[in-house]
């Protein structure tokens, strides 16, 4: 009783398997990631972003900057505290901004940028650079969308 119960539960999880391999999931240029890819984009969206607001440290010496653990804080006063960091159960990157509140972003595989999820005709890049602009009237060298 138990082999055969076994051997339906293989064939059921196969049969399963098959069928969600067969049609993987898109949406509005929005495809899951898989774990290592997902790690890959963020960490070096995240290295970018550190890079941009470092070069912003020779101007404002007031600007602090760390990343830790997929945790990137930047201090930009007057504006305040911006966190941007890794959320790999969503495969997402969330930021906290003192300007614009908080927002969650997805990996957009056909613009190669990180959108946000509540106005898809803002990038990650886009928001930083507009703010940044706005906070310290600096231009941001960034090369992340």
């Given at each position: 009783?138990?082999?055969?119960?076994?051997?339906?539960?293989?064939?059921?999880?196969?049969?399963?398997?098959?069928?969600?391999?067969?049609?993987?999931?898109?949406?509005?240029?929005?495809?899951?990631?898989?774990?290592?890819?997902?790690?890959?984009?963020?960490?070096?969206?995240?290295?970018?972003?550190?890079?941009?607001?470092?070069?912003?440290?020779e101007v404002k010496p007031d600007v602090d900057v760390d990343l830790a653990q997929g945790v990137l804080t930047i201090?930009?006063?007057?504006?305040?505290?911006?966190?941007?960091?890794?959320?790999?159960?969503?495969?997402?990157?969330?930021?906290?901004?003192?300007?614009?509140?908080?927002?969650?972003?997805?990996?957009?595989?056909?613009?190669?940028?990180?959108?946000?999820?509540?106005?898809?005709?803002?990038?990650?890049?886009?928001?930083?650079?507009?703010?940044?602009?706005?906070?310290?009237g600096l231009d941001l060298n960034l090369e992340v969308d």
């Amino acid at each position: 009783m138990l082999r055969n119960l076994s051997k339906l539960s293989r064939a059921s999880t196969a049969a399963v398997s098959k069928q969600l391999h067969a049609y993987p999931p898109v949406t509005l240029g929005i495809r899951f990631l898989t774990t290592i890819e997902y790690h890959n984009i963020a960490d070096s969206t995240l290295d970018t972003i550190t890079e941009g607001f470092e070069s912003l440290i020779e101007v404002k010496p007031d600007v602090d900057v760390d990343l830790a653990q997929g945790v990137l804080t930047i201090q930009m006063p007057p504006a305040g505290t911006y966190v941007i960091n890794k959320q790999p159960p969503f495969s997402q990157i969330w930021l906290s901004s003192p300007i614009s509140g908080p927002k969650h972003y997805d990996w957009n595989e056909k613009q190669k940028a990180w959108i946000s999820t509540r106005d898809p005709d803002i990038t990650l890049g886009e928001l930083l650079r507009r703010e940044t602009k706005d906070c310290l009237g600096l231009d941001l060298n960034l090369e992340v969308d």
